[in-house]
C-alpha cells in the first residue's frame, strides 16, 4: 500500500504545520481557568476554557517570574502564548509565556503590584510606624461627611469618652478625585494639630476602595507625623493603606474603638491610684513620724543638760563603786592589822610580863642574862606587870640544879 505513514510521522508533520503557522507562535487567549495545578517541578499546568471549548494549556517554571497572582479555578484570564502539538501523544496546547487577571483581575494585579513595590521600598516596615496615643483630645477623621462609617465613629467615640474633640475633613471616598481628596483631608489635618487621624470608609467592591490602593494615598500616610489609623471597608479587606497606616482597624467602629480611651476605664484608674496614692501617703507620714520621733529622742539625749545629767550620774556611780573599793581595802588593811598587832602582842615584852614573866636590869638599865652579869650587893631591877621591884643581890647560883630548887 501506497501513502502509508507512521502515527510520529503524522504527528511530527503536524506539528510542523504548527510551527509554520505565523499567528500561533504569538497570541492572545482569553478564557476561565479550570484544573490549575502546581508541579512540584514549578510547572504549571491547566486548562483555558469558555462556552464553546477549552484548550490544554501550560506555564513551565522559568516563565512564572511574571506572575503577580497565584491563579485558581474560576479566574478570568489572558494568556499570551505559542500553540505547538506534543508530538508524542499527538495533543496540542498553549504554552503559557505570560498571563494576565482579565477585568477586576487587572486591578488585582495592579494592586500585587504596587504592594510589593512599596513593601521592597521599607513603607510597612514595623521601625517606620508611630505609636498610637493612649489618652487624645482630638481626633482627625478623613470620610465621607453622611455614611455609616462617621455615625459608627461618632457613636463609639461618643460613648467612650464624650470630652474628644472630633474634627472631620469631609473627602471623597469614591470615584474620580477621590484618592486626590484624602491626601488633602490627611495633610490638612497634620496641619491642625490632632492627636490621631483615621482615614477609611465602609465596605464595597474593590472598584469602589481604590482610592485607598493609590499610590499617592500610601506616601501622604507614610509621610503624616501624626499617627494614622486605617479602617477600609470591611473586616476581610485589605488596601494599600492598610499595611502603611501605623496601626489597622477591622471596621471604622474598631477604629474609633483603638483611638478613643475608655473614659470610664480611665476614671477608675484614676480611683485606684488615688487610694493607693493615700496608702502610701499615709504609710510615708507614719514612718515619717516614727523617724521623727526616733531623732527626737536621740536629740534629748544629745542634749547638754541631758550630758550633764548622765555624766553627773556616771560620776555617782564611779563614786559609789570607788567608796565602796575604799571601804573594801580599808577592811582588808584592818584585818591584815589585827593580825599584825595580835603577831606583834605575842612578841611583846609586857604581854610576857602580864603572863607571869618579869624583866631584870641593872642599876644602868642593862638587861641581866646571866649570874656572871651581877655581883652581891649589886642593886638590880625587876620589872613586872604592875610595876618595879628592887632588889639587892645577895648571892648566885649557877648549873641546873639550882634552877630546880
Known amino acids: 500500500m501506497r501513502n502509508v505513514y507512521s502515527v510520529g510521522q503524522v504527528n511530527r508533520y503536524i506539528q510542523t504545520m504548527f510551527t509554520q503557522d505565523y499567528l500561533l507562535k504569538r497570541l492572545y487567549v482569553k478564557g476561565e481557568l479550570s484544573n490549575v495545578k502546581y508541579h512540584s517541578s514549578g510547572h504549571i499546568y491547566f486548562s483555558l476554557k469558555d462556552e464553546s471549548g477549552s484548550i490544554a494549556c501550560v506555564m513551565f517554571a522559568g516563565n512564572r517570574r511574571g506572575l503577580a497572582f497565584r491563579m485558581q479555578d474560576g479566574q478570568s484570564v489572558i494568556v499570551?502564548?505559542?500553540v505547538s502539538v506534543y508530538e508524542r501523544d499527538g495533543k496540542y496546547q498553549?504554552?503559557?509565556n505570560e498571563i494576565r487577571l482579565d477585568g477586576l483581575g487587572l486591578l488585582y494585579e495592579k494592586y500585587e503590584a504596587l504592594k510589593k513595590e512599596l513593601e521592597e521600598m521599607g513603607m510597612f516596615a514595623e521601625e517606620y510606624k508611630q505609636q498610637i496615643p493612649t489618652h487624645i483630645r482630638k481626633l482627625g477623621?478623613?470620610?465621607?461627611s453622611t455614611g455609616a462609617a462617621i455615625r459608627d465613629i461618632m457613636n463609639v467615640a461618643h460613648r467612650r469618652n464624650p470630652y474628644v474633640q472630633l474634627i472631620l475633613y469631609p473627602a471623597q471616598v469614591q470615584g474620580e478625585g477621590a484618592a486626590q481628596s484624602v491626601v488633602r483631608g490627611i495633610e490638612t489635618l497634620d496641619k491642625a494639630g490632632v492627636d490621631t487621624i483615621i482615614i477609611g470608609r465602609g465596605g464595597g467592591s474593590i472598584e469602589d476602595l481604590w482610592a485607598f490602593n493609590e499610590e499617592i494615598v500610601a506616601r501622604?500616610?507614610?509621610e503624616c507625623r501624626t499617627p494614622v489609623i486605617s479602617a477600609v471597608g470591611h473586616e476581610t479587606d485589605f488596601t494599600i493603606a492598610d499595611f502603611v497606616a501605623d496601626l489597622r482597624a477591622p471596621t471604622p467602629s474598631a477604629a474609633a474603638e483603638l483611638a478613643v480611651e475608655d473614659i470610664s476605664a480611665v476614671l477608675q484608674e484614676l480611683k485606684e491610684g488615688e487610694q493607693k496614692l493615700g496608702y502610701l501617703m499615709q504609710q510615708h507620714l507614719s514612718q515619717a513620724h516614727q523617724r521623727a520621733d526616733y531623732l527626737g529622742k536621740r536629740l534629748q539625749g544629745q542634749s547638754p543638760m541631758q550630758q550633764l545629767?548622765?555624766?553627773r550620774q556616771r560620776l555617782i556611780e564611779k563614786e559609789d563603786r570607788l567608796q565602796l573599793q575604799m571601804q573594801r581595802q580599808i577592811q582588808e588593811k584592818r584585818h591584815r592589822l589585827q593580825?599584825?598587832?595580835?603577831?606583834?602582842r605575842g612578841l611583846s615584852p609586857l604581854e610576857k610580863l602580864n603572863q607571869g614573866y618579869s624583866y631584870t636590869a641593872d642599876e644602868e638599865g642593862r638587861a641581866v642574862y646571866s649570874v656572871a652579869d651581877v655581883q652581891e650587893k649589886d642593886e638590880l631591877k625587876v620589872y613586872v606587870s604592875d610595876g618595879i621591884i628592887?632588889?639587892?643581890?645577895?648571892s648566885t647560883?649557877?648549873?641546873?640544879?639550882a634552877l630546880q630548887k
Do not use: M, W
Open 80 to 82: 499570551l502564548g505559542s
Open 339 to 344: 593580825i599584825l598587832i595580835e603577831q606583834y
Open 141 to 144: 477623621i478623613v470620610t465621607a
Open 94 to 96: 498553549l504554552y503559557a
Open 397 to 401: 647560883e649557877t648549873g641546873i640544879a
Open 390 to 394: 628592887r632588889a639587892e643581890v645577895k
Open 220 to 222: 501622604a500616610v507614610f
Open 309 to 311: 545629767r548622765e555624766n
